[in-house]
């Protein structure tokens, strides 16, 4: 069983950077392409969290949602502040 | 009662137990990890230049995550009930505080992500813009 998780959560890592690639360049925007790739990868992270997980593998886990905040706020905020600088 | 139900047969239905919920968080993680990529490459295809639609894809993968996540929850609980040493508990409940925090934290971006895109519809001039 464990194999069919590894396989499939390499499978969804692979969908991962496809839809991240696909959204960057249908709307040319770095925050929803890396949005869209963190939360795909954090679907395989669960899946390889699945049967008794490491220590390792639950801090990736854990390391993938800290990411996915801090760059989201950071994007989000490096664009409002260059709206305000704009207008 | 003891003849009746051993603590082998006890553990081995246990086991089971845990195995098929462990099983069903993971397909239905998988199964929305899939949805959600059919609907990213649709939202790339047929919708450019509408990152809304990306965020709506985005909201339903996070629902079936943090479903997938209840069920590992689910095993996690299930496992108590046979973890015979007190070092085996400690493991199962840093394990299930780690999930119980990503479960969290996935629900809280769920909501801000909720709210977002409602003040995207109803007022699409007040949402944050992207890079």
Redesign the interface.
Known sequence: ?SGT?GS?ALL?TG?AL??AA??L????????SL??LL??L???S??R???D?T?VQ?AG??LV?VV??LASAG??R???S??RASS | MTELVSEDFLKSAVELLV?LV??A??VV??V???I??VR??D???R?????HR??AV?LG??R??AL??EF?LASDVLRTAVAPTLREIGELA??AA??T??NY??GK?IKEEQEQLAAERTDPSSS????
């Open positions: 069983m998780l499939a969804v969908a496809l839809s696909a959204a360049l249908a709307t040319r925007s770095a925050l929803t949005t869209v939360d795909m954090l679907a395989a669960l899946l969290l699945v049967l997980p220590p639950l886990t854990a949602v996915k905040r994007l989000r490096a664009a409002a260059r709206t | 195995r462990e099983s968080g993971a993680i998988f929305g990890a899939l959600a990529f990213f490459l939202a790339a295809v919708h450019r230049h509408e990152p990306f965020v985005r993968l996070g079936y995550l997938g996540l590992q840093a394990v780690i999930r925090a990503l934290f996935l971006e944050t813009p992207r890079p």
